[in-house]
T-cell receptor, first 113, second 113 residues
Framework: DADVTQTPRNRITKTGKRIMLECSQT?????MYWYRQDPGLGLRLIYY???????NKGEISDGYSVSRQAQAKFSLSLESAIPNQTALYFC????????????FGPGTRLTVL | SQKIEQNSEALNIQEGKTATLTCNYT??????LQWYRQDPGRGPVFLLL?????KEKRKERLKVTFDTTLKQSLFHITASQPADSATYLC????????????FGSGTRLSIRP
């Protein structure tokens, strides 16, 4: 079984709709992250969380919100989706310690029409 | 702010040769640098980490070097195989990272038989 799972894997939606992407992990890591990936721009950090009570904005948090429901669950919401939020979204976890190796989920391909 | 540049978007080499990928960074020197592999439609997978006081790190056919004077890391795959074809990302810790890392946009490596 995958250590980091994401649902849905693919989603097509319309401008203005609210969308939630979910992430679950069985790695037991406290640190969880949401990234988006666009061609030529690499991975950019949206939000990250070090534990259930800790939520931090990343590089590109505008238009997104998150919820850390439990140690193992971290959800990303687009309150009112717009076409330039079309991208590949990845959830990742990281073990405690200095080096922040990232363990990624399989990704969600989101298309906003 | 810290910038990461990875050489050329794509690199094509003959099977059996050594592939060398470059990661350059600007401004301050990171405490460590990471390399990931990403296959199409999948999340990145952590490969190697090298610390600032390490010149070289090896893992099977992979070798990473870290030159803080040149502000550069080189990633080598010796005896390359078609199965090594993928996109390779470098990542490092930004200043005041608070347990975040930033990624380069990647180099797409193709190994032809």
């Amino acid at each position: 079984d995958a250590d980091v799972t994401q649902t849905p894997r693919n989603r097509i939606t319309k401008t203005g709709k609210r969308i939630m992407l979910e992430c679950s992990q069985t790695k037991g890591h406290d640190r969880m992250y949401w990234y988006r990936q666009d061609p030529g721009l690499g991975l950019r950090l949206i939000y990250y969380s070090f534990d259930v009570k800790d939520i931090n904005k990343g590089e590109i948090s505008d238009g997104y919100s998150v919820s850390r429901q439990a140690q193992a669950k971290f959800s990303l919401s687009l309150e009112s989706a717009i076409p330039n939020q079309t991208a590949l979204y990845f959830c990742a976890t990281s073990p405690p310690g200095t080096y922040n190796e990232q363990f990624f989920g399989p990704g969600t391909r989101l298309t906003v029409l | 702010s810290q910038k990461i540049e990875q050489n050329s978007e794509a690199l094509n080499i003959q099977e059996g040769k050594t592939a060398t990928l470059t990661c350059n960074y600007t401004n301050y020197s990171p405490a460590y640098l990471q390399w990931y592999r990403q296959d199409p439609g999948r999340g990145p997978v952590f490969l190697l980490l090298i610390r600032e006081n390490e010149k070289e790190k090896r893992k099977e056919r992979l070798k990473v070097t870290f030159d803080t004077t040149l502000k550069q890391s080189l990633f080598h795959i010796t005896a390359s195989q078609p199965a090594d074809s993928a996109t390779y990302l470098c990542a490092l810790d930004p200043p005041s990272s608070a347990s975040k890392i930033i990624f380069g946009s990647g180099t797409r490596l193709s190994i032809r038989p």
